[in-house]
């Protein structure tokens, strides 16, 4: 069975400011990882997703993030924070095998300080 | 990319009432749809998968009487709550794959608010 664990709940950063976000994955065979936002009492966005080939995928919004398979880690980063960042970041994973469904980690929410 | 509409956005119902919600995927078919449910501040739970022409596949835990799933036609899926109680207050969230035999992306709905008196 697929998981994704992000460590963490609450991050909080300045505008301007760098931004990682914390995804690991469980998972036998390579997996099809995603980010998506949430803003609240929204749907979701797709920030980027990773399928196969170059480990460091760009999204949308400025954001980028990196498969690491040593470390089951895909990590989202922005190199500086706007106010408009604000919101629920949720890292999930899926496979075909798994009939397409997704297993969502429990969500970092992001606050950024002015 | 592809769209998927929910309807209603949001719906306030009595307890023991049934409510309906819709899943449509506006610009592409989609033989398999999920359901989500996210409580506030929480992640989404997949409840089930909606399979086009015939019966759902429910999680572990989800009571299928309860909640009841249509796939009615290539577009369209849909969610009845049946006999709600304040415990089903939630946001519901379906999603739909782009289709094809590979894994593909899932589209997501806006979300559904459903809130029980």
């Known amino acids: 069975a697929q998981s994704v664990t992000q460590p963490d709940i609450h991050i909080t950063v300045s505008e301007g400011a760098s931004l990682e976000l914390r995804c690991n994955y469980s998972?036998?065979?390579?997996?099809?990882l995603f980010w998506y936002v949430q803003s609240p009492g929204q749907g979701l966005q797709l920030l980027l997703k990773y399928f196969s080939g170059d480990t460091l995928v760009q999204g949308i919004k400025g954001f980028e993030a990196e498969f690491k398979r040593s470390q089951s880690s895909f990590n989202l980063r922005k190199p500086s924070v706007h106010w408009s960042d604000a919101a629920e970041y949720f890292c999930?994973?899926?496979?075909?095998?798994?009939?397409?469904?997704?297993?969502f980690g429990g969500g970092t929410r992001v606050l950024v300080k002015p | 990319g592809a769209v998927v509409s929910q309807h209603p956005s949001w719906v306030i119902c009595k307890s023991g009432t049934s409510v309906k919600i819709e899943c449509r995927s506006l610009d592409f078919q989609a033989t398999t749809m999920f359901w989500y449910r996210q409580f506030p501040k929480q992640s989404l739970m997949l409840m089930a998968t909606s399979n086009e022409g015939s019966k759902a596949t429910y999680e572990q835990g989800v009571e299928k009487d309860k909640f009841l799933i249509n796939h009615a036609s290539l577009t369209l899926s849909t969610l009845t709550v049946t006999s709600a109680h304040p415990e089903d207050s939630s946001f519901y969230i379906c999603?739909?794959?782009?289709?094809?035999?590979?894994?593909?992306?899932?589209?997501f709905g806006p979300g559904t608010r459903l809130t029980v008196l």
């Open positions: 999930a994973v899926g496979a075909y095998a798994a009939g397409n469904k997704l297993t």
């Open positions: 999603s739909a794959p782009s289709g094809g035999n590979s894994y593909n992306e899932q589209f």
């Open positions: 998972y036998g065979a390579t997996p099809y």
